[in-house]
């Protein structure tokens, strides 16, 4: 099969860049800083296909990602639920007594609201978990941490604190597959 791509939201390291490399591993992902931008990729051909999280088991609805894959005009080809593991990380040398700030994409904060209530920790939005990786790195403030998959730490030179920050065990999000109608 011919190399083809897929979009996502979000940078390398995300929960949809991860999923993508395990469900589409003979496609290139290919980031994009919005759901719109991902989907649009695939509404005009730049990409053949887009995988997007619409649901996740702690939070419901991830929006606005369901509503754009309800009106995209393209089809659902697939669909896969996948365990979410959320790490709490920072630049090196940082201490868990040191956080005062966690950033993260909105979906999985609320993912973590216990737990980072627990913490005493603040949220801060951010556009996608492993974006939040990369401006924690690139700050070099130890007073900030990201919340993002495991992996992210590796790609962005930070160090765990503590994984498993989900509040649930059985924490997961349902992907969709989207492309073009008749494609």
């Known amino acids: 099969m011919a190399r083809g791509c897929v979009a996502y939201q979000g940078a390398p390291g995300s929960f949809s860049h991860e999923a993508c490399a395990v469900l589409r591993p003979w496609d290139e992902p290919v980031g994009h800083e919005t759901f719109a931008a991902a989907i649009d990729a695939v509404r005009h051909?730049?990409?053949?296909?887009?995988?997007?999280?619409?649901?996740?088991?702690?939070?419901?609805?991830?929006?606005?990602?369901?509503?754009?894959?309800?009106?995209?005009?393209?089809?659902?080809?697939?669909?896969?639920?996948?365990?979410?593991?959320?790490?709490?990380?920072?630049?090196?040398?940082?201490?868990?007594?040191?956080?005062?700030t966690v950033e993260s994409h909105p979906a999985a904060l609320g993912q973590c609201t216990a737990t980072l209530s627990g913490l005493n920790l603040r949220a801060v939005e951010a556009y996608d978990t492993a974006g939040a990786a990369s401006a924690v790195a690139e700050a070099g403030d130890t007073s900030r941490?990201?919340?993002?998959?495991?992996?992210?730490?590796d790609i962005y030179g930070l160090s765990i604190l503590r994984n498993d920050m989900q509040d649930s065990a059985d924490n997961r999000?349902?992907?969709?597959?989207?492309?073009?109608?008749?494609?």
């Not at 309800?70 to 080809?77: A, E, Q, R, W």
């Not at 990380?89 to 040191?98: F, I, Q």
């Open 145 to 153: 941490a990201a919340l993002a998959p495991v992996g992210a730490a």
């Open 45 to 100: 051909g730049r990409c053949d296909c887009a995988l997007i999280p619409v649901e996740n088991s702690r939070i419901g609805t991830v929006q606005p990602a369901s509503d754009l894959v309800m009106t995209s005009g393209l089809d659902v080809l697939a669909e896969v639920w996948r365990p979410i593991r959320l790490a709490l990380m920072a630049p090196n040398g940082a201490r868990l007594s040191d956080i005062r």
């Open 173 to 183: 999000t349902r992907f969709v597959l989207l492309g073009r109608k008749g494609a």
